[in-house]
Nanobody, 129 residues
């Protein structure tokens, strides 16, 4: 069974930092695009960051504050979040998929290029003001 398990969420004050982890099991994900998405209460799920081999992509709202990285040996991907703001409050989801990420009109877009599209159960991040 292929699984993604997120951890590292919690409650933090404005300006604080958190590091989210996503551990993959069931197959090796080094050849797949790994991404972080988030969903705030009452809002749609939105893209946060992605890493494809050594190429990284970030939403404008997190650029310069968040850093995505991966450790292929540990089959894991991470999201370092600094200078957190209340608007970063959301459930953060890890995604592994056959996706192609690219910039379009200044935004990060992606297309599915295969059948693999796996999501974790999410981890809650709450930033207090």
């Amino acid at each position: 069974q292929v699984l993604l398990k997120e951890s590292g969420g919690g409650l933090v004050q404005t300006g604080g930092s958190l590091r989210l982890s996503c551990a993959a099991s069931g197959r090796t994900f080094s050849r797949y695009a790994m991404g972080w998405f988030r969903q705030a209460p009452g809002k749609e799920r939105e893209f946060v960051a992605a890493i494809v081999w050594n190429n990284t992509y970030y939403a404008d709202s997190v650029k310069g504050r968040f850093t995505i990285s991966r450790d292929s040996a540990k089959n894991s991907v991470y999201l370092r979040m600094n200078s957190l703001k209340p608007e970063d409050t959301a459930v953060y989801y890890c995604n592994a998929g056959e996706k192609e990420y690219y910039y379009c009109s200044g935004y990060v877009c992606y297309d599915r290029v295969g059948d693999l599209d796996i999501w974790g159960q999410g981890t809650m991040v709450t930033v207090s003001s």
